[in-house]
């Protein structure tokens, strides 16, 4: 387990490729425990007259379960991503252009949509898109006995009274983006929220040493 700034905060091993794609502009794998998701961006290209903005890119998110079809819950996924992308990227440097985000499931292990949000954004990177901030996402679960998890594997999920997942801006560490589900408290989505913030310090580390290996020069 990777320790986070507070004792009480810890998250699962992560990883990440980048460029492992060739067709895609961007492209990278990411995984937080056993969990794993690979992401493509493709963009700014050409955009269909009915989906074209006068003044700034459209962003498409598309999820891509393990098996079968797109289901409800990847749509209110794909919301998600998208507005947290949306936050980021500076989609008015590309007016009347299509971005496009491709993210498939390889294995969920719990924290899915926080895996999600984090290969989106270092795909993103890996496509050179021009972005205000960087952002991460962290999941937190609240076992029945008050518990706040980090970054919950699947067991832990389903035993869990309430998820949620957020998405943390580089900057101010302010969130862009919240997905709830079950029942909490003011109290405990605050208390989320600060965990959340903390545990994506560690995650921003890993972002930048990522980048740091990769572009790293040989002397």
């Known amino acids: 387990m990777e320790e986070c700034s507070q004792s009480s905060v810890s998250l699962r091993e992560f990883g990440c490729e980048q460029n492992l794609l060739s067709r895609p502009d961007g492209s990278a794998s990411f995984t937080q425990g056993d969990t794993s998701v690979l992401a493509a961006v493709y963009g700014p290209a050409e955009v269909k007259v009915s989906k074209e903005i006068y003044d700034r890119a459209t962003l498409e998110v598309i999820i891509q379960p393990k098996v079968g079809l797109p289901s409800v819950k990847e749509r209110a996924q794909e919301k998600c991503v998208r507005e947290s992308c949306e936050a980021s990227v500076l989609l008015f440097l590309h007016p009347r252009s299509s971005l496009t985000i491709v993210l498939q499931e390889l294995h969920n292990d719990g924290s899915l949509l926080s895996s999600y949000l984090n290969a989106a954004c270092m795909a993103m990177m890996d496509a050179g898109l021009p972005m205000s901030c960087l952002f991460c996402g962290v999941t937190c679960a609240i076992h029945p006995d008050g518990r706040i998890i980090t970054d919950p594997s699947a067991a832990q999920e389903a035993e869990s009274r309430a998820l949620m997942t957020f998405a943390i801006d580089s900057k101010e560490r302010r969130v862009m983006m919240t997905s709830t ?39």
């Open 181 to 219: 589900k079950g029942s909490f408290s003011v109290k405990e989505m605050q208390q989320c929220i600060a965990v959340s913030q903390a545990a994506s310090e560690k995650i921003f580390s890993f972002h930048r040493e990522s980048l740091r290996r990769r572009y790293s020069k040989i002397v």
